[in-house]
């Protein structure tokens, strides 16, 4: 039964390969011939590609949970032991299953797109599919001939290796999809972006139509990257969240290009400026994201997360790429005499000008991690020399740049537009430019020193004001207007206009986000000393008394676990208990950290090694770290006050 399954599997992909090219066809002789039948038949064609990968995906769990070890990629992600969560989750632990979930996403994506949009966009839709079909074309051969998920072994192996241990974690579980959302979630709006660059109609249309799934697609990358930080600070024992990986880099890239494209589109909405920056913007941002799936998937670049290593497979990529980013861009380039604005810049103080600065600034910050991130490849290919490239060089490079974005995140919702006036300007801007130079004093008279920091607060303490003062601005407007106290000005300020609402609170959250990412990381206190069962560790306040080494087992794995009593003077504090880990099946060791919170920081300490007469332990105290998924959660809030705002205007 399994046996069968299986093959069904395959067929389903083989078919649904076969049918991308009818989905690239059928619209090609649709648009040639006006025939509306073949428009008809590609979004068929699409609507079956899904129903076919979900088969192939469906045949690909089953046979996981029937730990069917004749199957070459199953056996090499799983095994016998492995707890059924993870079973299922090791579908998209390696490079075959990745792809498929990509594809299948992908799939999905298209097929609710073209329903969704079927009535509304009739003279976009036939593009969307031909768009779509070809995304999906150059994936499932990829899958076909390079990264087949269901290829068989002969004999079946008699168990399998296991699931990286690193990956058998809830967080991480969950990271890929959610990226993938985001990575495949943009291919929506770059369909809708190149329908209308192929079609002619360039107007506001299809940002207006793209602009929740454009917020979707950011939501789920912002999400993914946040988990992954989350789970790189409790799982990897190094006690921080964000070390300039690689493929880290791969993900931030995207989503650097993703959030200046979601901020410029709104002045063509307002001014119908900017038509080319936002076709350009939208463009490399799904490019970045099929850049990320080649970091990760061709083996070109060393981290935790990437899992292939064959370099064809990361050829066939990199021909992809350049080919969807020729097409892309050759006909943006083509077009663009068609896509000149008569309405120019009145002044270069407005907020039209502060959206290009906006702009220029994220494109300059991905650039600068773009090249951290391939200038160790280049070297070693030019020199076969080894360099790498990490935090000192983003934080002298790339830190400044963030800062300013920051700064620019406070003027932009406040400045008029057209052009500012010196009232407009004193109004909006001198009480949070005193209110930043406050921070500054009082971060400097508490000895803080740290350029970084001191900037950061200052930033932070303009925007904030800004922040503020444009809530209440907005609440007394209404309050006044409607003769009502001010809480009932509130909620009618929010009815009135959600989305600005929504984009203060996300502001908030990135605020928010920043301070606990100067804490933690600035202001972190780290102890690393080898102990014995008895010693005791003074970690600021906090002493540490290591009390014993035990023998711990899981499901699927064995521990030496320490136990380690935290005082403060004579108050306890907790216990904590770091484990070193040891899987049965891989014998692949881990560090399990042990976390406690205080006031919105966290005590965390691991074990590295463990010896005959102790271990190795490692403390630290991060201050304020929780400020920095607190701060994701309140920017997630503000993007779902966003995505699910009152439909107005067509947007």
């Known amino acids: 039964m399994t046996f069968d399954l299986v093959e069904v599997g395959h067929v389903a992909v083989i078919l649904a390969f076969m049918l991308s090219l009818v989905g690239i066809v059928a619209p090609l002789l649709g648009l040639k011939s006006r025939n509306g039948a073949w428009i008809v038949l590609g979004r068929q064609a699409v609507t079956l590609i899904f129903l076919l990968l979900a088969i192939a995906m469906g045949t690909l769990i089953y046979s996981y949970l029937a730990r069917d ?280 103080v407005s907020r039209e000008s502060v959206f290009l600065f906006n702009n220029l600034f994220f494109l300059v910050a991905m650039f600068t991690v773009f090249l951290g991130t391939l200038y160790p490849l280049i070297i070693e290919t030019l020199r076969n020399d080894k360099v790498t490239v990490g935090p000192p060089y983003y934080n002298a490079v790339f830190m400044p740049i963030a800062l300013g974005l920051v700064f620019l995140m406070g003027i932009g919702p406040s400045i008029a537009w057209r052009k500012a006036s010196l009232e407009n300007l004193r109004k909006n801007f001198l009480i949070p430019l005193f209110v930043g130079l406050g921070f500054l004093a009082v971060a400097a008279i508490a ?9 950061g607060l200052a930033v932070v303490g303009f925007v904030a004001s800004t922040i503020t003062f444009d809530f209440g601005r907005l609440t007394a407007f209404w309050a006044a207007r409607q003769r009502v106290n001010l809480a009932a000005g509130f909620l009618t300020a929010f009815a009135k206009n959600q989305r600005r609402w929504a984009g203060l609170v996300t502001h908030f959250g990135v605020l928010i986000l920043i301070i606990g990412i100067i804490s933690s990381t600035i202001y972190q206190t780290e102890k690393v000393v080898s102990m014995q069962v008895g010693d005791q560790l003074q970690l600021g306040p906090y002493t540490l008394l290591f009390k014993e080494i035990r023998s711990v087992t899981g499901s699927n794995w064995t521990a030496q676990e320490g136990v380690v009593e935290v005082t403060r003077g004579d108050r306890f504090v907790t216990e904590l208990r770091p484990q070193k880990r040891i899987y049965d099946v891989s014998m692949t060791p881990t560090t399990e950290a042990a976390i406690h919170t205080i006031n919105m920081g966290q005590l965390f300490v691991t074990m590295p090694e463990v010896t005959p007469a102790g271990a190795t332990i490692r403390a630290l105290i991060n201050p304020l770290v929780l400020w920095v998924w607190g701060g994701g959660a309140i920017m997630g809030i503000g993007v779902l006050l966003n995505l699910f705002r009152p439909k107005r205007d067509g947007t």
């Open 447 to 455: 000895g803080i020193r740290s350029p970084l920091a001191l900037g």
């Open 69 to 348: 070890f004749s199957v070459k990629y199953i056996a090499a992600t799983s095994n016998s032991k492995l707890p059924l969560f993870y079973t299922v989750a090791a579908l998209w632990g390696g490079h075959e299953g990745s792809l498929l979930l990509w594809v299948f996403i992908l799939s999905a994506f298209c097929t609710t797109a073209v329903w969704l949009h079927w009535r509304t966009q009739p003279a976009t839709i036939p593009y969307l599919i031909l768009v779509e079909s070809a995304l999906m074309f150059g994936f499932l051969a990829l899958i076909i001939f390079l990264s087949n998920p269901f290829e068989r072994m002969i004999p079946a192996a008699p168990d399998g290796k296991d699931l990286n241990p690193l990956l058998q974690d809830p967080a991480m579980v969950m990271h890929p999809p959610m990226l993938y959302m985001g990575y495949v979630g943009f291919s929506i709006p770059f369909a809708f972006a190149m329908a209308s660059l192929f079609s002619g109609r360039l107007g506001e249309e299809w940002l207006k139509v793209t602009q929740r799934w454009t917020i979707f697609a950011w939501l789920a990358l912002t999400t993914g990257i946040l988990m992954g930080g989350y789970w790189a600070y409790y799982e990897l024992g190094w006690g921080g969240y964000w070390g300039w990986d690689p493929v880290e880099n791969a993900s931030f890239m995207p989503w650097l290009v993703g959030t200046a494209f979601l901020h410029s589109a709104m002045v063509q909405e307002k001014r119908k400026m900017f038509k080319v920056w936002n076709l350009f913007l939208i463009i490399m941002t799904f490019s970045l994201s099929l850049i990320g799936t080649f970091l990760v998937r061709s083996g070109v670049l060393t981290s935790v997360h990437s899992f292939a290593t064959d370099p064809g497979r990361g050829v066939y990529i990199l021909l992809f790429l350049a080919t969807v980013m020729s097409v892309a861009f050759g006909t943006l380039i083509a077009r663009s005499p068609k896509l000149r604005s008569p309405i120019q810049l009145d002044s270069i």
